[in-house]
């Protein structure tokens, strides 16, 4: 009796484990899924009126049909009965919890794309694609189509086509599940926004840049996994980019220029500007910039300087002479900020702007920061961390960061900033869970692709940055995003390639010699140094004066008292970039055809650009050494010519890299103006042989970036501070009782 006993125990054991094995093979894709154009999807309709996932849906059908050719079909809420075979399901947990026994993401933007036998009536193999929430879902559709279909994120700005497939083959322990990221904010600044209104402006005047631009920036900030968005650098607080911000589900973050979302870039000439004598103006206009974004999500940004991002002393007469005083003045605005920020969204995220001034009290110990607000620690615009090495960060705090920069001396159409340098700048913050905040200074995207990639990548997981040397780990992701954006077959190489460029004499951390511009310095710095020199010399030169003359005659009024400064960043430049050009020539032969547009933008317009400047540069500084010596005006002008030739074969490359979408690029960058340099080696030229000339400007604005942006800003019509002419939003607040 006992062994028959046991047998029946042992048989019954058996056969439930049979039965879990078949119900596991049930549900389980055991030899993988094939897809094809007509694979279909199924989508919840709950999931498809949530705005943010319907426009993340409607960029992945793009996806498809790039990759297959034909739209994707869709089928609502669960598989049609009339289909037995492979679909994929995009939704979030919440609404595609019925179709599938997987335990399903839950943590806030979490995603999970795994391979599953759905719940339906033929039991079809899926690839499921789920998000815990809104921004979830949308990770999770955008890694599908990177990760499947081979989207490049960044393909946008790199014009990366995706290879033509009429078949996907998915292996069956395909899986891809995220983990917490490493910054809980991670956010872009699209300042000195140049390129963008250069060749994508609102024709409304709504907002500088289209919003069929903007939207395409939007989704390439959510393909590289972030979620917030500085979207210009002086938009009013109603305006409606706003609003595009909100149906892509992306949160709001405001410049340190425009705390709290109020334009300071416009303060209006006939209203006082003081937190001293006239308080209840700006707590006021404060007040009415915050309820009129109260709809959105916002990181608010809380600080106080004064107009046109200056300090807020040089605005307000009565302001304190001290900096105990000013220092005092900042805190309590801050403080009345933060309070009305609580009135209207109690749980906000508050960010404390330790830009310049504000963040030099506070490593003073002079600035004291509301309770509960993040403090944001700020880079010097070459990419180190202005914060006294870390000393005063905490849990929670964040960052301000740049990878191109507005700066007289910085980079504005290449790549400046490489990834090892913010590796190492950025591991104190992880190591001390500084990680609530990061916004990056990306400006115009385009010319530093690679390193907007990068830092987004590292600020979503920062793990495998992390995990060797900041030199070893940039290696390595050099060569993974060059394999994707080139081939494998060209990784290495190219590798190589921008290994070398980042080593370009003023670009190291420390420059060969000198010591007036340190280090870390991009193009700009070669451009503006031979526009100063002309600025300051050129007409002296025609009228026959002494160097020392005009240096005497302007002291302390110029930046440029020293002809050895011109020369500083000239340091090993004419040994080095021979062997640069050459190995950028020779690869550029091996590039597929499809790429070699990209390589030029990429490649070769950079190394171009810093070594025909480098050369012009050279010769103004040379030819003014010479005229100190010898007086011979005749003989600058000739020089000049040999400099204007440098310049224009820096045009040359320029335009070989305007194609497609970008065919006007460089005629936008204001910033960094090339033209302007051509245009006053022409003027002096013309000067000292007593030839005609045009102007040393060009545009009716004169190439002006600020000028430019202020026909944006000249819309307000006077009602402050909403820009009311085409949102109207700003007056729904002013008019409310």
Request: with cysteine; net charge positive; proline share 4%.
């Amino acid at each position: 009796m006992k062994n028959n006993f046991s047998r029946k125990i042992t048989f019954l054991t058996l056969f439930l484990y049979a039965f879990v094995i078949a119900m596991n093979a049930q549900t389980k894709v055991v030899n993988g899924i094939k897809i094809t154009g007509d694979t279909p999807w199924v989508i919840t309709d709950a999931d498809y009126k949530r705005m943010p996932i319907q426009k993340a849906i409607k960029d992945a059908e793009k996806d498809w049909y790039k990759v297959f050719g034909y739209p994707p079909v869709i089928f609502h809420n669960n598989s049609s009965s009339n289909w037995d075979g492979p679909v994929i399901v995009f939704g979030s947990s919440k609404n595609i919890k019925n179709l599938t026994n997987v335990k399903l993401p839950k943590e806030k933007e979490h995603f999970h794309i795994f391979l599953d036998k759905i719940k339906s009536k033929n039991n079809n193999s899926a690839i499921v694609a789920a998000g815990a929430d809104d921004r979830g879902t949308i990770y999770a559709i955008y890694t599908f189509t990177e990760k499947v279909l081979g989207i490049n994120p960044m393909y946008v700005f790199t014009d990366h086509i995706p290879k033509k497939q009429s078949e996907i083959a998915v292996k069956a322990d395909f899986e891809i599940k995220s983990k917490k990221p490493t910054f809980e904010y991670r956010g872009w600044f699209i300042n000195d926004e140049e390129l963008h209104d250069g060749m994508h402006r609102d024709p409304l005047g709504g907002n500088v840049i289209a919003s069929e631009w903007m939207d395409k920036i939007l989704e390439t900030l959510l393909r590289t996994k972030g979620n917030m968005i500085i979207p210009e650098s002086a938009q009013y607080p109603d305006a409606n980019v706003y609003d595009l911000c909100k149906r892509r589900g992306v949160a709001v973050n405001h410049h340190h220029v425009t705390p709290v979302g109020l334009n300071m870039m416009n303060w209006p000439k006939k209203v006082p500007f003081s937190f001293i004598t006239e308080k209840e103006i700006l707590l006021d206009a404060w007040e009415k910039a915050i309820k009129v974004q109260a709809d959105k999500e916002i990181v608010w940004t809380i600080g106080f300087r004064g107009e046109s991002d200056g300090a807020f002393w040089h605005s307000d007469p009565a302001a304190p002479k001290t900096e105990e005083g000013r220092a005092k003045v900042i805190a309590e605005a801050m403080q009345a900020q933060t309070d009305i920020i609580r009135k209207y969204q109690p749980d906000a995220t508050i960010v404390a702007a330790l830009w310049n001034e504000q963040g030099a009290f506070y490593n003073k110990g002079l600035l004291k920061i509301p309770e509960g607000v993040t403090k944001m620690f700020a880079d010097d615009g070459r990419g180190f961390m202005r914060d006294s090495g870390g000393k005063y960060l905490e849990k929670g705090d964040g960052l301000y960061y740049h990878v191109m920069m507005m700066m007289l001396t910085q980079n504005r159409t290449t790549e400046g900033v490489p990834p090892a340098r913010f590796y190492k700048e950025l591991k104190r913050y992880v190591d001390k869970g500084a990680t609530k905040y990061a916004v990056i200074n990306v400006s115009g995207i385009r010319p530093a692709a690679l390193s907007v990639n990068a830092i987004n990548d590292f600020l979503w997981d920062a793990t495998p940055a992390l995990s060797k040397s900041p030199e070893a780990s940039m290696k390595d992701y050099l060569k993974g995003w060059y394999a994707k954006e080139f081939g494998e077959e060209l990784a290495s190489e190219l590798t190589d390639l921008r290994l070398h460029y980042y080593n370009i004499p003023y670009m190291r951390e420390k420059m060969p010699s000198g010591d007036r511009w340190l280090g870390a310095r991009g193009e700009h710095l070669l451009q503006y140094l031979i526009q100063a020199a002309l600025q300051r010399f050129g007409d002296g030169i025609a009228k026959g004066k002494t160097i020392n003359a005009m240096i005497e005659s302007t002291k302390g009024r110029k930046r440029m008292n020293n002809l050895a400064q011109t020369k500083e960043p000239l340091a090993e430049t004419a040994d080095f970039f021979p062997s640069l050009w050459k190995s950028t020539l020779k690869i550029s032969e091996e590039i597929p055809e499809d790429k070699k547009d990209f390589y030029q933008a990429h490649f070769t317009y950079q190394v171009a650009v810093h070594m025909y400047s480098a050369k012009a540069l050279q010769i103004v500084a040379d030819a003014l050494e010479a005229y100190e010596k010898n007086l011979n005006p005749q003989d600058f002008a000739n020089a000049m010519e040999l400099a204007l030739v440098e310049i224009e074969k820096i045009i040359v490359e320029a335009h070989k890299a305007e194609y497609g979408k970008w065919d006007t690029m460089f005629m936008h960058v204001r910033l960094m103006d090339i033209y302007k340099t051509r245009l006053q080696l022409k003027s002096v030229i013309a000067k000292i042989r007593k030839q005609p000339y045009t102007s040393e400007y060009r545009g009716y604005r004169n190439g002006s970036f600020w000028k430019s942006a202020h026909e944006y800003m000249d819309h307000g019509d006077g009602v402050f501070p909403y820009f009311h002419k085409y949102s109207g939003r700003g007056l729904e607040v002013l008019e409310e009782k």
